[in-house]
């Protein structure tokens, strides 16, 4: 089965750039398109990427998405991180059957 | 704009039932299927399954039981989830999420409903 796999935490101090990563496994990633979504204590989740690398408008450009087929992986990168970035942060995208794969969620802690 | 509401918190004694709902607003309803998404407790996102609102096929993930029933009434823009025989394990928060169908669709979530499960 298709999986996704994420570091399970980071961490990085605001201002700074951080990067996660969303590693397929079991199959291409490449094949379909990954999607993130935020989640933060209180509030609704929200798409911050969509089809690999689209933002939703609203989402501010701090936001990138990118897949690189040599690694079969995906990355979220947020730049210029402030307070308001620190939550949860989950890859999805689709198995063999278009069903929704997600990835185990990133908690991103801002110092 | 886009909007998925759903309804307040619960709270259900094992083997009792409970249903959810997902009311939709801000684009055409029977365009964009329905998905359902768990989270119990200190766990991660858990996709459900999702329903077509047009055509009402419902589709479950590899391991849902029977328990679990999609369904929606498109005159209220409202999709529903109905869980039977609760178990303390279905003890979670539960979202709808629009799905997409064209390029540039991208999904839209509901606020989550808490469902607690306690004898």
């Known amino acids: 089965n298709f999986m996704l796999i994420q570091p399970h935490s980071v961490s990085e101090s605001p201002g700074k750039t951080v990067t996660i990563s969303c590693a397929g496994s079991s199959g291409s990633i490449a094949t379909n398109y990954v999607q993130w979504y935020q989640l933060r204590p209180g509030s609704a989740p929200s798409t911050v990427i969509y089809e690999d690398d689209q933002r939703p408008s609203g989402v501010p450009d701090r936001f990138s998405g990118s897949v690189d087929s040599s690694s079969n992986s995906a990355s979220l990168t947020i730049s210029g991180l402030r307070a308001e970035d620190e939550a949860d942060y989950y890859c999805q995208s689709y198995d063999t059957d278009y069903f929704w794969v997600f990835g185990g969620g990133t908690k991103l802690t801002v110092l | 704009q886009v909007q998925l509401v759903q309804s307040g918190s619960e709270l259900k004694k094992p083997g009792a039932s409970v249903t959810l709902s997902c009311k939709a607003s801000?684009?055409?309803?029977?365009?964009?299927?329905i998905n359902w998404v768990r989270q119990a407790p200190g766990q991660g996102l858990e996709w459900m399954g999702w329903?077509?609102?047009?055509?009402?096929?419902?589709t479950f993930a590899q391991g849902l039981t029977g328990r679990f029933v999609f369904s929606f009434d498109a005159s209220v823009n409202t999709t529903y989830l109905q869980i039977s025989s609760l178990k303390t394990e279905d003890t979670g928060v539960y979202y709808c999420?629009?799905?997409?169908?064209?390029?540039?669709?991208?999904?839209?979530w509901g606020q989550g409903t808490l469902v607690t499960v306690s004898s």
């Open positions: 999420a629009r799905g997409v169908e064209d390029y540039g669709d991208y999904v839209a």
């Open positions: 329903i077509s609102t047009k055509t009402g096929k419902p």
């Open positions: 801000g684009y055409t309803f029977t365009k964009y299927p």
